[in-house]
């Protein structure tokens, strides 16, 4: 069983900044690439920023210049800095990571529960 738990989100105004955090626990062998989606009210959930095992870096045309993603290998735990944030960033944030849970056992998907971002004009 592999549980991913976030934590950071909360109000703020714009402008203003956010960490995110997100925690991978349970049977892990290695995780391939972490990453945050979002998804707004009415809105599909969409790709913010994903990071792999090797660190290569994906980010939304959206967030570019605004967020940073980075990891914690020895503690499986992936962050998303948020500087500059807006309206338009509101959002349910939930953490996504590719995790093999034994030797080529072949990666599968999971995701967290989701935190809530809000920003205030």
């Known amino acids: 069983q592999v549980l991913l738990e976030e934590s950071g989100g909360g109000l703020v105004q714009a402008g203003e900044s956010l960490r995110l955090s997100c925690s991978a626990s349970?049977?892990?062998?290695?995780?391939?690439?972490m990453g945050w989606h979002r998804q707004a009210a009415g809105k599909q959930r969409e790709l913010v920023a994903v990071?792999?095992?090797?660190?290569?870096?994906t980010y939304a045309d959206s967030v570019k210049g605004r967020f940073t993603i980075s990891r914690d290998a020895a503690k499986n735990t992936v962050f998303l800095q948020m500087n500059s944030l807006k309206p338009e960033d509101t959002a349910v944030y939930y953490c996504?990571?590719?995790?093999?849970?034994?030797?080529?056992?072949?990666?599968?998907?999971?995701w967290g529960k989701g935190t809530l971002v809000t920003v205030s004009s």
């Open positions: 996504n990571a590719d995790i093999e849970r034994y030797w080529n056992s072949g990666g599968m998907n999971y």
């Open positions: 349970g049977s892990i062998f290695t995780i391939n690439a």
């Open positions: 990071q792999t095992r090797g660190g290569s870096t």
